[in-house]
């Protein structure tokens, strides 16, 4: 995730980054340059045609085109803004889990307390790595297990040595039983929205009608525009590319893009703040 100041307009215009769409599109713009030259050499040059019937039709097409950009835009923002919400809710639970243990256990603090807190300051880089289908770095985990939950399990198996060294009792359970619950409750919520994309057929009609509105646009405003088209038709396929590109890339706000959710921070911030807690 890149950090930037909002507010800073002339440096936010003039800056590029690996992941801006223009460099992404750069090769296209330039085949679709050459494409409008070649149609508006034609027709100006050549053959003289007429092709300026379709104005009308291209300008409704393009609202049409908007409208659906926008929801797909809406679509994807939602999907990443929930998942800013998940980690937030996780940060909050792993806090509040740690700091009722540390109530909880009142004598001096056991093995069995500090591997706890050692486990739930574990499971976000965990989960970090699961939802991006990589294996946890830790050797204690094995591979052939949704991670996740094993770690999961490891804190309930904890929390439940800890009461049988009587550090907890049953009402204690069910002060921790919200926190321990809701870890479940977050990864399952994550791998719903990794696991579920927009629907195939609706992204494969948005770039379809995309390509077919700007290999057509030159034909209706030639007449227009002159040799401009070649201009024009290349700003309109810049904007409405990359308005798909940026919804593709934050549908799935868990991976490594730069305009995914900072995971490895969230999980550094969880873990610093259980180890400052235990």
């Given at each position: 995730m ?5 507010k800073?307009?002339?440096?936010l215009?003039?800056k590029f980054h690996?992941?801006?769409t223009f460099?992404?599109?750069?090769w296209?713009i330039?085949s679709?340059?050459?494409?409008s030259?070649?149609?508006?050499y034609?027709e ?7 092709f300026?019937?379709t104005?009308?039709l ?19 923002y939602?999907r990443w803004w929930e998942?800013?919400?998940l ?5 909050n639970?792993?806090?509040?889990l ?5 109530s909880?256990?009142?004598?001096e ?14 499971y ?9 289908s990589k ?8 591979e052939a297990v ?5 770690v999961h ?5 904890l929390v439940q040595t ?5 550090h ?10 919200t926190e321990?619950r809701?870890?479940?409750d977050?990864?399952g919520?994550?791998?719903?929205i990794k ?5 195939y057929s609706y992204s ?5 009608f995309?390509?077919?509105?700007i290999?057509t646009?030159?034909?209706g405003f ?7 088209i070649?201009?024009a ?7 409405l590319?990359s ?5 593709e890339?934050?549908?799935n706000p868990?991976g490594?893009?730069?305009n995914?959710l900072?995971?490895?921070q969230?999980s550094?911030?969880?873990?610093n ?5 235990a």
């Open positions: 890149i950090n930037y100041n909002p800073d307009w002339f440096g215009i003039f690996k992941s801006d460099r992404k599109l750069f296209v330039i679709l340059a050459c494409y030259l070649i149609l508006a034609l100006i040059e050549v053959y003289k045609l007429d300026s019937s104005p009308a291209h300008s409704i097409l393009g609202f049409v085109l908007s409208i659906l950009l926008v929801f797909r835009t809406n679509t994807a939602d998942g800013r919400r980690w937030g809710s996780l940060v639970n792993s806090r509040s740690s700091l009722k243990l540390k909880l256990v009142q004598t603090p056991s093995q069995t307390y500090k591997e706890l807190q050692e486990w739930i300051a574990l976000p880089s965990v989960l970090t790595q699961h939802l991006r294996k946890a770095k830790d050797n204690r985990i094995p949704h991670q996740p939950n094993f399990g490891k804190i309930h198996q800890l009461k049988k060294e009587q907890l009792s049953d009402t204690h359970l069910l002060f921790l039983d321990l809701a870890y479940s977050i990864c919520a994550c791998e719903r696991n579920t994309p927009i629907p494969l009609f948005l770039k379809k995309i390509f077919i509105y290999i646009m030159p034909y030639i007449k227009e525009f002159g040799y401009g070649i201009l038709t290349t700003f309109v396929f810049y904007v590319a308005l798909e590109l940026i919804a890339e934050i549908e868990f490594e893009d730069a995914d900072d995971l490895e969230i550094k911030t969880i873990e703040n259980i180890k400052e807690i």
